[in-house]
């Protein structure tokens, strides 16, 4: 056969589109997958404890960062932390320094599919800064934290103080939203916020504590602090809302016109169209016309 066009037996034929069936099945899986793998399900994140405070040490001679943070966890993976307690080296003689200590220190971020959600509870809390190894920066007894996004709805950040505050040896009271001043002479200030909250359409965030620290202990210059703390804080940003589905579009029945126009008979059925009743009319005068010749024709030859 010299034709480029070939027509192929019905059995190889058979044979051969079964074998690509199977052979594309892999691919088409495995695309399916990826993009499953790729959808963005939103996000949560959750921290205990995080601080951005400039230690100086020696009358400012040696100045150190104090950047810690314990438990500190973000999702889209869900992800727990349980540490109790956070050290830094290199700014006590070489020893290591404990920063914060406490009995219950748990952060949580979870996503989902349908909601994003990070939480965070501290309890029993003691934080301490270098100069003051005796006197707690401040303790608590339990805060918490939590921001939860579900797709399709308004954001919820809250956050909760559970007992006594002691900052600098001084219990003090707070106010929800709003900013407290302590002053301890000889040791230094701290002002404390309480209770943050933040929210856009999509996302949200709850900060139990936040303190803005300036201590100088008895003004020696052995260890000067300045900067900020944060205590239990919590974010999340809702997934994308699924987008609504298009309406499958309808269809007229069969044999019948759009609706406001005429309705006529199903030309499938008939074996005709609307030229009909006029053909079969001159057909049946033919028909009359020929006999009448037929009879006048026998007539004649008679």
Known sequence: ????????????????????????????????????????????????LRTGLDVSLLNK????????SLNEVEAPRSAEKTALSA??????????????????????????AARAEGSTRLAHARLHVPGLPLLSLVEVEEVTSEAVCAAGRTPVATSNLLGA?????????????????????????????????????????????????SVNPLKLNVAEVEGTVTLA????????????????????????????????ENLAETGGDASTPYVAAGAAALVVVGGGALVLARRGRS
Not at 33 to 46: E, L, Q
Request: with cysteine.
């Open 233 to 264: 804080r919590a974010t999340c940003e809702a997934p994308p809302t699924p987008a609504p589905e298009s309406p499958a579009p309808t269809t007229e029945p069969a044999g019948t016109e759009p609706q406001g126009g005429k309705t006529r």
């Open 1 to 48: 056969m010299n034709g480029t066009n070939f027509r192929m037996p019905a059995r190889r034929l058979a044979a051969v589109a079964a074998a690509t069936a199977l052979t594309a099945a892999p691919a088409v899986l495995a695309g399916a997958g990826s993009a499953h793998a790729t959808t963005d399900h939103g996000r949560a994140s959750a921290v205990v």
């Open 87 to 112: 050290t830094l080296d290199g700014v006590d003689g070489g020893r290591p320094f404990s920063v914060l200590s406490a009995d219950v220190a748990t952060a949580k971020a979870d996503v989902t």
């Open 165 to 213: 505050v002691t900052v600098l040896g001084k219990k003090v009271t707070l106010t929800a939203g709003g900013t407290t001043d302590v002053r301890v002479p000889g040791v230094g200030e701290v002002r404390l916020d309480l209770s943050r909250t933040e929210h856009t359409s999509r996302t949200a965030a709850a900060t139990a504590l936040e303190l803005k620290v």
């Open 61 to 68: 001679t040696v100045n150190v960062p104090l950047a810690v």
